[in-house]
């Protein structure tokens, strides 16, 4: 496909974002009260959404290998149960869950340009990149280069992403913004449209390294960026919040207002996602109360 | 001005309301209202279970010996407070001078369990004789989140005399206080919070515990369930509740204001036994030649 590619000059301005009013937006999402069959369902739906994520320096090829069968084994006890959507882990991890993985229908996604912090050379971050690609990764969360895009130099994360893009090929990008690090939601706003425009398959809030992560703010101002560009072109993109969402309560606020602002369509695990490594678990908790009766008790529960 | 008090209930060092936002009237001997107190409900004993979880691991990692200053602290907090107790309890019913009595006793008793605080592990642990070449050794560990419901015909001596031994042994608690004599319960979290006691290792809940008590004995993240008095009924479906997940089901039919209804073995019946294998080198045959 030859499309015509994306130029920078061709991103649009947004207006700036009113900040008590998204604040008021949000507190109506978490009043929706979800209960009984719906709440199982949509427990279900958050379960099939979760990227489940170790990205710690002290990972082992183990406590990969462990997540991976935890991704295909939620909780065995209980029939039924879908499976997580995707597994995430640094590059040089992507071969070990490709071997527990094999043809299995979890994706792998690796992160790359030296994440978390993206303060690495151009040529590193498309060898980082190429590196995951070839290891096996089905999906690639690169970060942005915050520096450069507080220091204004929007040009440059524009054409950072599009040439990621460019080695993904037909694998998708999922790009991260690091909202925690961009201190206003007019910011967050701002490279969201970036992202999009430069040929983001996902764009995603965190690296889950910094805080805050996914607030509802930047969620919220994320998915109007995501339908403003679906207005104006008709092509979807992704949403990951990840980062500070561990309870499912949460997680269920996050649906409704995936719902509320972008649809139906987007309430798959093809176009939302949860970057989480402990809601997996909260979720697993609800769904046994939901079915027993009775509280749980997380020593019930493998943890990884 | 006569203030009157509201009473809440105490979570996680905090004193918020109900979830449920019920109330129920207290009422004098004479059947006057003293007071509205929470009537609390499910979900309160869900978020006090959470709590205590959370305070586990600060409280059983706390050495034997700051835990009985916290303790002590708590009996010197009481004693400062005396009249208000004593008053509470006359208001409910009871004579000055059984009051003065009830809140001595309790002072007394939650002195004998500071004191207890760095004594219960020397007396419980043991080194075992092993025909292998181990050390063995077993010592006592907090059996860990404690679902108590306070004796329901007095109002702050059964929950003392239930509460200390089970704090001292480094467990956390959800404690449901007596229905119909609940002021002084909550008034005891007051000395609590000024006592240094971490938050979340001891939460009280007032409200009927008919109804409260089948969601803390089903609960999976609670280990044991400590009852006094209880009626057989009641007595039954606990243990049967509590099957699930094994918990310890301890039914106490005390006279609290005697001095046997304190001792040891309140304090090791929330204590789990944990026996070590420790591999040494040298067993019999080889023995040193200094």
Same mark, same amino acid.
């Given at each position: 496909?030859?499309?015509?590619?994306?130029?920078?000059?061709?991103?649009?301005?947004? *207006?700036?974002?009113?900040?008590?009013?998204?604040?008021?937006?949000?507190?109506?999402?978490?009043?929706?009260?979800?209960?009984?069959?719906?709440?199982?369902?949509?427990?279900?739906?958050?379960?099939?959404?979760?990227?489940?994520? %170790?990205?710690?320096?002290?990972? %082992?090829?183990?406590?990969?290998?462990?997540?991976?069968?935890?991704?295909?084994?939620?909780?065995?006890?209980?029939?039924?149960?879908? %499976?997580?959507?995707?597994?995430?882990?640094?590059?040089?991890?992507?071969?070990?869950?490709?071997?527990?993985?094999?043809?299995?229908?979890?994706?792998?996604?690796?992160?790359? %340009?030296?994440?978390?912090?993206?303060?690495?050379?151009?040529?590193?971050?498309?060898? +980082?990149?190429?590196?995951?690609? +070839?290891?096996?990764?089905?999906?690639?969360?690169?970060?942005?280069?915050?520096?450069?895009?507080?220091?204004?130099?929007?040009?440059?994360?524009?054409?950072?992403?599009?040439?990621?893009?460019?080695?993904?090929?037909?694998?998708?990008?999922?790009?991260?913004?690091?909202?925690?690090?961009?201190?206003?939601?007019?910011?967050?706003?701002?490279?969201?449209?970036?992202?999009?425009?430069?040929?983001? +398959?996902?764009?995603?809030?965190?690296?889950?390294?910094?805080?805050?992560?996914?607030?509802?703010? &930047?969620?919220?101002?994320?998915?109007?960026?995501?339908?403003?560009?679906?207005?104006? *072109?008709?092509?979807? &993109?992704?949403?990951?919040?990840?980062?500070?969402?561990?309870?499912?309560?949460?997680?269920?606020?996050?649906? &409704?207002?995936?719902?509320?602002?972008?649809?139906?369509?987007?309430?798959?695990?093809?176009?939302?996602?949860?970057?989480?490594?402990?809601?997996?678990?909260?979720?697993?908790?609800?769904?046994?109360?939901?079915?027993?009766?009775?509280?749980?008790?997380? +020593?019930?529960?493998?943890?990884? | 001005?006569?203030?009157?008090?509201?009473?809440?209930?105490?979570?996680?060092?905090?004193?918020?309301?109900?979830?449920?936002?019920?109330?129920?009237?207290?009422?004098?001997?004479?059947?006057?209202?003293?007071?509205?107190?929470?009537? /609390?409900?499910?979900?309160?004993?869900?978020?006090?279970?959470?709590?205590? !979880?959370?305070?586990? =691991?600060?409280?059983?990692?706390?050495?034997?010996?700051?835990?009985?200053?916290?303790?002590?602290?708590?009996?010197?907090?009481?004693?400062?407070?005396?009249?208000?107790?004593?008053?509470?309890?006359?208001?409910?019913?009871?004579?000055?001078? /059984?009051?003065?009595?009830?809140?001595?006793?309790?002072?007394?008793?939650?002195?004998?369990?500071?004191?207890?605080?760095?004594?219960?592990?020397?007396?419980?642990?043991?080194?075992? @004789?092993?025909?292998?070449?181990?050390?063995?050794?077993?010592?006592?560990? @907090?059996?860990?989140?404690?679902?108590?419901?306070?004796?329901?015909?007095?109002?702050?001596?059964?929950?003392? /005399?239930?509460?200390? @031994?089970?704090?001292?042994?480094?467990?956390?608690?959800?404690?449901?206080?007596?229905?119909?004599?609940?002021?002084? /319960?909550?008034?005891?979290?007051?000395?609590?919070?000024?006592?240094?006691?971490?938050?979340?290792?001891?939460?009280?809940?007032?409200?009927?515990?008919?109804?409260?008590? @089948?969601?803390?004995?089903?609960?999976? #993240?609670?280990?044991?369930?400590?009852?006094?008095?209880?009626?057989?009924?009641?007595?039954?479906?606990?243990?049967?509740?509590?099957?699930?997940?094994?918990? !310890?089901?301890?039914?106490?039919?005390? #006279?609290?204001?005697?001095?046997?209804?304190?001792?040891?073995?309140?304090?090791?019946?929330?204590?789990?036994?944990?026996?070590?294998?420790?591999?040494?080198?040298?067993?019999? =045959?080889?023995?040193?030649?200094?």
């Amino acid at each position: 496909m030859t499309a015509q590619k994306n130029q920078f000059s061709e991103v649009p301005f947004s *207006t700036t974002i009113d900040k008590v009013g998204v604040e008021e937006r949000i507190s109506r999402f978490q009043t929706r009260s979800i209960k009984g069959p719906s709440k199982i369902q949509g427990l279900f739906m958050v379960l099939s959404m979760i990227d489940l994520t %170790t990205l710690e320096g002290k990972d %082992t090829p183990n406590k990969v290998r462990q997540m991976c069968y935890k991704a295909q084994h939620l909780h065995d006890v209980y029939d039924g149960l879908p %499976t997580v959507a995707a597994v995430c882990v640094y590059p040089s991890m992507v071969n070990v869950a490709r071997e527990v993985l094999k043809d299995s229908p979890i994706k792998i996604a690796s992160v790359s %340009t030296a994440f978390p912090s993206g303060q690495a050379p151009f040529e590193v971050k498309k060898i +980082d990149t190429q590196f995951a690609i +070839d290891a096996g990764a089905d999906e690639i969360d690169m970060v942005i280069s915050r520096g450069k895009f507080l220091a204004g130099e929007h040009e440059f994360v524009f054409d950072e992403i599009a040439a990621i893009k460019e080695i993904c090929g037909s694998k998708r990008l999922k790009v991260i913004l690091e909202t925690g690090e961009l201190a206003t939601l007019d910011q967050v706003r701002r490279a969201s449209d970036i992202a999009i425009h430069a040929g983001a +398959d996902f764009i995603k809030t965190s690296t889950g390294k910094i805080q805050p992560a996914a607030t509802m703010q &930047v969620t919220f101002t994320m998915l109007m960026a995501i339908r403003d560009h679906f207005d104006r *072109t008709g092509k979807m &993109v992704g949403m990951k919040p990840a980062g500070g969402i561990s309870t499912s309560k949460l997680a269920l606020h996050n649906l &409704v207002m995936v719902n509320e602002i972008l649809g139906e369509a987007w309430l798959t695990n093809e176009w939302f996602r949860f970057g989480a490594s402990s809601l997996a678990n909260d979720v697993l908790m609800q769904y046994m109360k939901q079915v027993t009766g009775k509280y749980q008790s997380a +020593d019930y529960f493998t943890i990884d | 001005m006569n203030v009157l008090k509201t009473y809440k209930i105490y979570i996680g060092g905090q004193f918020p309301r109900t979830e449920s936002g019920r109330t129920y009237v207290v009422k004098d001997a004479n059947g006057n209202p003293i007071a509205n107190v929470c009537q /609390s409900s499910k979900k309160d004993i869900r978020n006090a279970v959470q709590a205590a !979880r959370k305070a586990v =691991g600060t409280w059983s990692e706390r050495s034997a010996f700051n835990r009985g200053q916290i303790l002590y602290r708590m009996a010197e907090m009481l004693a400062g407070r005396k009249t208000q107790f004593i008053e509470e309890l006359t208001q409910q019913g009871q004579s000055i001078e /059984s009051a003065t009595n009830e809140i001595e006793i309790c002072i007394d008793r939650i002195v004998y369990y500071a004191g207890w605080c760095d004594k219960y592990q020397q007396i419980l642990s043991s080194v075992n @004789p092993v025909n292998s070449s181990h050390f063995n050794f077993s010592m006592a560990e @907090p059996t860990g989140v404690v679902g108590i419901v306070a004796d329901q015909d007095t109002s702050l001596l059964g929950l003392v /005399s239930q509460l200390m @031994p089970v704090i001292a042994g480094g467990n956390t608690v959800v404690l449901i206080a007596s229905e119909v004599l609940p002021l002084c /319960s909550i008034s005891f979290a007051e000395v609590l919070e000024t006592s240094d006691l971490p938050a979340g290792v001891v939460n009280i809940l007032t409200g009927s515990a008919e109804e409260m008590l @089948p969601t803390l004995a089903e609960h999976m #993240d609670v280990n044991a369930i400590f009852l006094s008095n209880a009626v057989t009924e009641m007595v039954k479906s606990t243990q049967l509740s509590a099957v699930d997940n094994l918990k !310890r089901v301890l039914v106490m039919d005390s #006279d609290w204001s005697h001095e046997s209804a304190q001792g040891i073995r309140y304090i090791s019946s929330f204590q789990e036994i944990k026996t070590t294998w420790h591999p040494i080198e040298q067993i019999g =045959g080889v023995t040193s030649s200094y």
